[in-house]
Structures are given as structure tokens and as C-alpha cells.
């Protein structure tokens, strides 16, 4: 069948495969949880990724402390670098305050605090959600001090740690002090760790930059580390641009779209690498199966096309993107009855796809 050109040319200015997506607009679940460990209830903001319910992927988790400060442009940055493929979808967990003092300082009751996450916030977490073994804690200010603290005397609870403006003048210097000791004679570690100050004086700037120079000093095994003076940056308005900096230090190099990686056998093995970076399984995102796919779909490549058709099935078998690039392919190729197939399926689960239904009754003309 000679299909008309203005049908081939539309799949490419508007592919089914967008056409088929619709945007979801979720809000964050508030949840109690009675602590043991604190002798008290204690809320918790949980934000999970918008295609959460519809499938069965783990994520990694992003804890992030002063949870009614923090949580909602938190949330915001993680969705927007997400989409844009530099860091993976994540559960955010947002930690909310009973007694900000109590609970962040390391001379008041950190190590409850510590006790409250380790034991009894984690576990229900991981219990209740379907997660990665990857963990970022996120903090500023009193929280940006509590993130070194964990670092500091229990550093294999979180992969990654963003630490902002930290108090690390409190107590004279205790965690500083409490750092060179640590640092000297610190086992390898395998973590992350952003450090930033604002434009900020007093203790903030002094502490944090002697604490930089112990990283620098021992140059710990296996930390990777970076200290940053977001020098735009007030102490109260650091969360925004130090949380994105944070972020994209822990997942630097991790789009491959920045790469330029031009082939699906480079970004599957860029996958690899990041897999065993972060120590559990990165799929290859769909969208590349669709984006080679139609590369070669356009340069009338249709062996390779078809290979990678192949490929793109056996990952994502399931998918209703999958339905939308295979009519493309087999349109583009000239098998009219095969595309008629793949749109038919598609409009099973999707019956209200107005651009399937016009194609699939131009099919049957």
C-alpha cells in the first residue's frame, strides 16, 4: 500500500509515541510515623516520581531535612533535572521538625536523631516504597550541619551528602575538630559529598572553610567531595542553587545526551558504567530505544531500524510508546497490516488517542 505523504511527514513533526504521554500532576502524601527512638509522632513529606503506580522501577531516595522549608522546590528541581535526563526519578522524603534544635545539633540529641533515621525512617521507607539502594541526605544551615555530622560518625547510611552553609561553629568548632581526627585515620570510603558556603561571614565561612582544608589535608580515600562559594547566595536563599549544584555533582557525567553518545551501543554501555557506579542497576531510559529508532527510521536504515526495534521490545515489552514506535516503523517500511496491528494495540489501552484512531481508519481505507 502507497501510504500518503502527508501521513509520513505528520508522524515525525508529531510522533505517536508524544502524542500517546499525558503530564501528571501529583502532590507530596504527609505521614505520621511513631518514633521509638524520639519518644514522639513525627511527620514526613513523601514525593514519589509522577509514573510511580503505573510500573514496577525502584528508585533511589532523597532525604532531605527542614522538610517544611525544604520539601516543595526540592521537589521541583528533582522533577525538573529528571525530566531532563541528569539525574534519575526519585522518591523525596521531606523530614519534618518537632525540635529543630534537639534533633540537628551534635551537642543537643543528634544521635536520637540519628537513631529515629537509621532505624526506624529508613526501614519504613524501603518497607513501604519500592526503592534502590542509594540514599542522598540533603541539609542547610543546622541541617547542613547535621549532614556532616552523619557523614562524620556514620558515614555508610547515605551514598550522598549535600551539606549548605553548615553550623560548624557551634560547640567551638566540635565537628571540625572532630573532623581532622576523623579524616586522619578514616577507612575508605565510597561516598559523595557537596559542600557549600553563600556569601556569609561569622562562623558559617570560617569553620566551613577549615573544614575544607582538613578535605583537602587528608584527601580521604574514596570520598568524592567538591566546596563551592555561591558567592550570590544569602544564607536564607542557598537551598535552591546549592541543592541543584548538589545534584548535579553527585550525577555529573550522568546524561549521556551531554556526551554526545550518537550510538545506542555507546549509551547502553554508558548505563553500564553508571550501574556500577552507583551500585545497583541503571536501565537505558526508553527514550533512546525511540530516539535511535527513529533516527534510522528517517535515514531509511530499516535493518538497523528493526534491530533496535528488537532491542527496545525485549526491554520495554509492555509499553504503549513501544505500540507508537513500531506503526511508525512499519509504516515508514511499507507493511501497512503490521502497523495496523501496532495501532490497534495501542488504542486498546489508549481508546481515547484521537491521532491512533485517524491514522488506524486511514489504514483501512
Do not use: C
Request: charged share 20%.
Amino acid at each position: 500500500m502507497q501510504l500518503p505523504r502527508l501521513i509520513l511527514f505528520g508522524l515525525f513533526i508529531i510522533p505517536l509515541s508524544i502524542l500517546a504521554q499525558e503530564p501528571a500532576l501529583t502532590l507530596g502524601e504527609l505521614i505520621t510515623i511513631s518514633s521509638k527512638a524520639l519518644g514522639e509522632d513525627r511527620s514526613i513529606a513523601v514525593q514519589l516520581p509522577d509514573d510511580y503506580k503505573a510500573g514496577n522501577e525502584k528508585y533511589p531516595v532523597f532525604y532531605v531535612l527542614d522538610g517544611e522549608w525544604n520539601f516543595h522546590y526540592t521537589s521541583a528541581l528533582l522533577g525538573t533535572l529528571a525530566e531532563a535526563g541528569d539525574i534519575p526519578k526519585m522518591i523525596l522524603v521531606g523530614i519534618v521538625n518537632n525540635n529543630r534544635n534537639r534533633d540537628l545539633l551534635p551537642d543537643r540529641g543528634a544521635s536520637q536523631f540519628h537513631a529515629f533515621l537509621k532505624n526506624e525512617l529508613q526501614p519504613f521507607v524501603e518497607k513501604n516504597y519500592r526503592t534502590q539502594p542509594y540514599r542522598i541526605l540533603a541539609g542547610h544551615s543546622f541541617g547542613g550541619l547535621y549532614s556532616l555530622y552523619n557523614l562524620l560518625h556514620h558515614p555508610y547510611d547515605f551514598n550522598a551528602y549535600i551539606a549548605l552553609s553548615p553550623s560548624l561553629g557551634r560547640n567551638n568548632e566540635e565537628a571540625v575538630k572532630f573532623a581532622e581526627q576523623f579524616f586522619s585515620s578514616a577507612p575508605s570510603l565510597s561516598q559523595s559529598l557537596y559542600l557549600a558556603i553563600g556569601n556569609e561571614g561569622g562562623w558559617t565561612s570560617t569553620s566551613t572553610k577549615r573544614f575544607t582544608a582538613i578535605l583537602e589535608k587528608y584527601q580521604p580515600k574514596g570520598l568524592h567531595w567538591t566546596f563551592e562559594h555561591l558567592e550570590k547566595e544569602d544564607h536564607s536563599a542557598m537551598g535552591i542553587r546549592g541543592f541543584l549544584h548538589g545534584l548535579e555533582f553527585i550525577y555529573r557525567d550522568f546524561n549521556p545526551t551531554k556526551l554526545a553518545l550518537d550510538e545506542l551501543g555507546l549509551v547502553e554501555d554508558h548505563y553500564q558504567v553508571l550501574s556500577q557506579k552507583y551500585g545497583y542497576e541503571i536501565p537505558v531510559p526508553e527514550a533512546y530505544y525511540q530516539k535511535f529508532a527513529r533516527q534510522q527510521m528517517m535515514e531509511k536504515e530499516f535493518d538497523y531500524a528493526e534491530w533496535i526495534v528488537g532491542k527496545y521490545q525485549a526491554k520495554f515489552p509492555n509499553s504503549m510508546d513501544l505500540q507508537a514506535t513500531l506503526a511508525d516503523y512499519h509504516l515508514l517500511s511499507g507493511n501497512a497490516v503490521e502497523a495496523r496491528v501496532a495501532l490497534e494495540k495501542l488504542l486498546q489501552a489508549k481508546p481515547e488517542d484521537e491521532a491512533a484512531k485517524r491514522l488506524l481508519d486511514m489504514l483501512k481505507e
